[in-house]
């Protein structure tokens, strides 16, 4: 009698830092509601006491850092500690409508692909609320620059939603080095340097105007580590194309 397999598990990251309680305590409670992820976990940094009481009663688990490690170094913490099949991360501002994430998930979930990214800019998504102007020319203009700088072309770079296979996740995990926001966007290109399939989900959305993200420094930033990242996966790139063909022939 042949075993039906079991369903794959999903493991779930929230970074956080300074966030808005009346937001993530109910998004919380809507991804274990409508995703049943076998983990769930909180990677917070910084809090104060209310913040880590109030935390403390929702499904999650909470990993609290004393310092503030930066959204990529959180991320990297609780995809370490996950164990599941299928790992996934959202902002903890909830811009992303946890019935959104699901599709995102269920498209990794599904086998369909390695890695599936949130897409806000694609023609296909919903924006219920709009960015500021500065932070909408300043998304654009990133997601145009990476688009020439790295080999996987993507509307949307930079969204905060989104799931890989346990897999992909080891593949790239030691490639990873940005411990900010620029960590979307490292992950995506070293997925495509590993040959890894990326699909782009376009969502529903709606943005948060009280960002700790700072503007104009984060502009300069975003740009220093994109190019950065694309220097690193053009070796990487290198490497693999070595590996597939083999060392050189001896004269």
């Not at 959180?74 to 019935?99: K, S, Y």
């Not at 996987?152 to 890989?164: F, I």
Request: glycine share 8%.
């Amino acid at each position: 009698m042949r075993q039906v397999a079991d369903p794959p598990t999903l493991g779930f990251i929230v970074p956080a830092y300074r966030p808005d309680l009346e937001l993530l305590v109910p998004y919380l409670e809507q991804v274990t509601e409508i995703l049943d992820p076998a983990m769930l976990r909180v990677e917070l940094d910084a809090p104060g006491e209310r913040t880590r009481q109030r935390l403390a009663g929702t499904p999650a688990t909470v990993a609290v850092s004393a310092r503030r490690r930066g959204k990529g170094a959180a991320i990297t913490d609780g995809f370490d500690a996950l164990n599941t099949d299928v790992l996934a991360f959202a902002d903890a501002d909830a811009a992303t409508p946890v019935p959104e994430l699901g599709r995102i998930v269920d498209a990794v979930l599904s086998g369909n692909t390695s890695l599936a990214v949130g897409s806000r800019r694609h023609p296909d998504a919903t924006v219920e609320t709009g960015q500021s102007i500065p932070r909408g020319v300043m998304g654009d203009g990133f997601a145009w620059l990476a688009r020439r700088l790295l080999d996987v072309s993507l509307y949307d770079y930079q969204c905060g939603a989104k799931a890989l296979t346990a897999g992909a996740w080891r593949q790239v995990r030691e490639d990873l080095t940005e411990e900010g926001f620029a960590w979307d966007v490292e992950l995506l290109a070293f997925a495509s340097a590993h040959s890894l399939t990326v699909q782009e989900i376009p969502i529903t959305w709606h943005d948060h105007p009280d960002s700790t993200v700072p503007p104009v420094r984060s502009a300069v930033d975003m740009g220093t580590a994109l190019l950065r990242t694309s220097l690193r996966t053009t070796r990487v790139d290198a490497s693999v194309e070595r590996s597939c063909h083999g060392p050189p022939l001896e004269e």
